[in-house]
């Protein structure tokens, strides 16, 4: 039944159907309609739905035990995650503390690096700075360092404002500038801030490798990513990369880090680490953090189900999956296949002013004019009226307001990383049929690149 009165509340009265069942990279509703998956959820099921393995490992588990403190016991599956996890991050990430979800992975981070600042004797080390726009979760802490406003501004009296530096969107400037001479110009914002701060207050940047919901799949230009390691070096600021998004082979990596050879000082991890088989996130750092912590007293921080068993044994067979399923190249390969495909789109849709992302997380983004990149018009709703679009004929895609969160529409594309070159023109057929009908709907041009 779908008429039965609902007792539950969540974002908006938007109304779906009940889900009946997940099969790789699709979903089924109770009537039998089919869904492609086309974004992972919300950029989570990175192995698809259903996956048999998964679920065998995780009944063996529950058949042992679901439950067991982590001040009470030591579990297999917690160490054996954790050795799994360690393993497939670059060199001098050695540490694991698990969480349930990305929100309480990027306030661990912060908490691990505060933490260690005062066993250095910097205690006056305090201040995170974040990007704007940029996307952090919505617990408080995290949310103070998300760049977002319709999420953030109702809270901000409540909180206490930590600074921000813009995000390289350097597809939005007009200027003579290369790529790599922009990348070092927002780089060098945060060098910037750090001293307007006073860099014996700040603490750590914050920042997501490749650009999640408030940016729309954001990569900066290479040189970005090299001399931000190296002004935070240079000012003693740990550098925390949000991977709750990118992790976990989404990129084509198994750590978006990776793809420039960076090593942050701590990596916050979910989404994708669980797959959607249990809640499950990380933060991962070097023992140079953590052993110092742990002699002064110990992580002051914690979370019931942090470590706990069943999920670890569902985030293990997770990543073992992704190993035997070769999945993290399938990301790489797959997400060329995409991007190819949505770059096409810009010759046939005129409003669509910019494709970018890295494997499988892309986004498309809508203009009214790509010479200019001004933003549609905020009365048009796209951000929302494409994706029920896509919905109703069975493409599940993610979206949100780019600028800030008050205007421009972006898209993302990130369907689960076992998706097929078959699969993505299956789904390429409904995006366009989705987008040919908000053409007509809105009289926007279709047929003649701008």
Not at 12 to 21: A, G, I, S, V
Not at 117 to 130: E, F, P
Not at 289 to 304: Q, R, S
Not at 428 to 443: H, P, Q, Y
Request: with cysteine; hydrophobic share 40%.
């Amino acid at each position: 039944m779908t008429d039965a009165p609902s007792y539950l509340f969540y974002q908006t009265r938007n109304p779906r159907p009940f889900l009946d069942r997940g099969e790789g990279i699709y979903l089924f509703d109770e009537m039998g309609k089919r869904y492609i998956d086309g974004s992972s959820g919300a950029m989570v099921s990175n192995i698809g739905h259903s996956n048999p393995r998964v679920l065998a490992k995780m009944k063996a588990q529950m058949d042992k035990a679901t439950f067991g403190y982590r001040l009470h016991f030591r579990t297999h599956p917690s160490e054996d995650l954790a050795a799994k996890t360690v393993a497939m991050t670059p060199d001098g990430l050695d540490r694991v503390f698990f969480v349930s979800g990305g929100s309480e992975a990027v306030e661990s981070a912060v908490k691990l690096a505060r933490q260690y600042a005062l066993t250095q004797g910097q205690g006056t080390r305090h201040r995170v700075i974040s990007r704007f726009p940029s996307y952090h979760g919505c617990t408080f802490g995290a949310l103070d360092l998300t760049g977002y406003d319709p999420l953030r501004e109702p809270f901000a009296p409540m909180m206490e404002g930590m600074p921000k530096v813009a995000s390289p969107a350097t597809y939005l400037d007009r200027d003579n500038l290369s790529e790599d001479e922009r990348g070092l110009k927002y780089a060098e914002l945060l060098r910037d801030k750090i001293v307007a701060e006073g860099p014996e207050n700040v603490l750590a940047f914050v920042m997501e490798p490749v650009g999640g919901a408030s940016t729309g799949a954001l990569v900066a230009p290479d040189s970005y990513y090299g001399r931000v390691r190296e002004i935070c070096d240079e000012y003693g600021v740990l550098l925390i990369y949000d991977e709750v998004m990118t992790g976990a082979g989404r990129t084509g990596k198994f750590l978006a880090a990776e793809h420039w050879g960076i090593v942050p000082d701590i990596v916050a991890m979910s989404k994708g680490f669980g797959a959607g088989y249990a809640p499950l996130g990380a933060i991962i750092a070097g023992a140079r953090l953590v052993d110092p912590v742990l002699d002064a007293g110990g992580f002051a921080h914690g979370f019931t189900y942090a470590g706990n068993p069943l999920a670890c044994a569902a985030g293990l067979a997770v990543l073992e999956e992704m190993e035997d399923q070769n999945l993290i190249e399938n990301a790489a390969v797959m997400g060329d296949v995409l991007m190819g495909e949505l770059r096409a789109l810009m010759d046939r849709y005129p409003f669509i002013g910019d494709v970018r992302g890295k494997g499988l997380l892309t986004a498309f983004e809508f203009v009214a004019d790509r010479a200019t990149m001004e933003p549609l018009d905020p009365a048009l709703n796209a951000y929302d009226r494409l994706v029920e679009l896509a919905y109703a004929r069975g493409l599940i895609i993610y979206s949100r307001r780019t600028r800030g969160g008050t205007k421009g529409d972006h898209f993302l594309i990130a369907p689960p990383l076992i998706i097929t070159r078959e699969q993505i023109s299956e789904m390429m057929v409904i995006l366009r049929d989705a987008l040919d009908a908000f053409a007509d709907e809105t009289g926007l041009p279709v047929g003649a690149a701008a």
